[in-house]
Structure formats: structure tokens, C-alpha cells
């Protein structure tokens, strides 16, 4: 419910969307973080600017992938591999909530073109452990860094308020049941 004009809000330091806020450089939109009422703008806003930045941002990736006749199926499978080595195949499904089928296909090329090791699992001889191949470490290094320029020079533009908060939300949207897992795997201190 929606305050009367003039009425205070019921947190002193909160802001309603009628009072003035300092709009963005970039994105030209009201500060979103201490708005107690989203309109159906803001909210299709928010939509849009995650349709165009996750574009702009993969685009870093396609211009190298593209190159090798990979896709951002192939992206994933490598990033997951180098962030965690020794993954199990079971594991990457997990991770990239993939079909079997649709992760064999892509790892398979990996493989076969040297930028995937398969390894039998010592515990477990059913297991396939993967790690990449000094080949497969230098493309992802190539898109790691190219991505992380981006997100360096935006996050430095941005500042550190806005970054935690750009977080937070990221965070929030991922399903409540998987969550968890997916923090875990981000927080995890691997190769970056």
C-alpha cells in the first residue's frame, strides 16, 4: 500500500519513489537500493539492462570462442573445469544444470581437440575427473581477462557501495534452492 502524498515513510532513513534521488551516470535510472516502491518501469528496466549487459559482457567471450568454432556451451564447460580441476562429470552437470547429452556433445569436442583432460577417478573408476590442458587454460585465461577488464572498469567506476549492492541482487535472483551451493562455488578461492 502506497503512502498518502507528503506522509512520512515508516523508516526515517528510507526514501519513497516521489522523493528526489541521485539518478545514475550510466544507466540514467534512479538509485534502486533504498526505493520502497518499484514501478513496473523500474522493474522492466532492470530486465533490459540485464538483457543488454549479460550481451555486452558474453560478447567478450564469443569474439574468442567464435574464432576456435566454439559457443557459450563451450565457455561454461571450460570456466567450471578451470575453476574447480578435478571435477567430476557429475559434478559439472550439476554445476551447469545441463542434460547429459548436451554436456557430452560439447565436452566430447573439448576433449578431442585438447583442451579438456578426461581422467578415471582413482576412488571411484566409474567417476571421469576433468582438468584442462595447458592449451585450455590459456583460452580461458584469454576470455577471463578480457571479462575481467570489464567488470574491473565498471566495478571501479561504480564504487564499493554499488558493487556489494549490484551483488546482493545478482545473488537474489538465483533460485532460493540452489543458492547456497551456487554462493559456495563463487566465494570458493580458485584459480580467478
Not at 500500500?1 to 532513513?13: E, L
Not at 528510507?14 to 522523493?19: F, H
Not at 550510466?26 to 518501469?41: P, V
Not at 574491473?152 to 561504480?158: G, P, S
Request: charged share 25%; proline share 4%.
Amino acid at each position: 500500500m502506497r503512502p498518502a502524498p507528503g506522509a512520512k515513510p515508516a523508516d526515517p532513513g528510507a526514501r519513497t519513489s516521489t522523493e528526489s534521488v541521485r539518478p545514475s551516470r550510466r544507466a540514467g535510472l534512479t538509485r534502486g537500493d533504498q526505493l520502497l516502491f518499484l514501478t513496473d518501469a523500474q522493474l522492466r528496466q532492470g530486465v533490459e539492462l540485464m538483457f543488454f549487459a549479460y550481451r555486452d559482457m558474453i560478447s567478450d567471450a564469443d569474439k574468442v570462442l567464435e574464432s576456435r568454432g566454439y559457443g557459450r556451451a563451450h565457455h561454461r564447460c571450460l570456466h567450471f573445469v578451470w575453476r574447480r580441476p578435478g571435477m567430476s562429470v557429475t559434478d559439472l552437470l550439476e554445476t551447469l544444470a545441463v542434460t547429459k547429452q548436451s554436456l557430452n556433445r560439447v565436452l566430447r569436442q573439448l576433449v578431442e581437440d585438447g583442451l579438456i583432460l578426461s581422467a578415471v577417478g582413482a576412488a571411484d573408476r566409474r567417476q571421469r575427473l576433468l582438468t584442462l590442458t595447458p592449451e585450455g587454460e590459456t583460452l580461458v585465461r584469454t576470455i577471463s581477462d578480457a571479462q575481467n577488464a570489464r567488470m574491473r572498469r565498471v566495478f571501479m567506476e561504480a564504487g564499493a557501495d554499488a558493487v556489494q549492492g549490484f551483488k546482493t541482487v545478482l545473488a537474489g535472483m538465483i533460485d532460493e534452492g540452489g543458492r547456497e551451493a551456487v554462493l559456495a562455488l563463487v566465494n570458493d578461492q580458485g584459480p580467478s
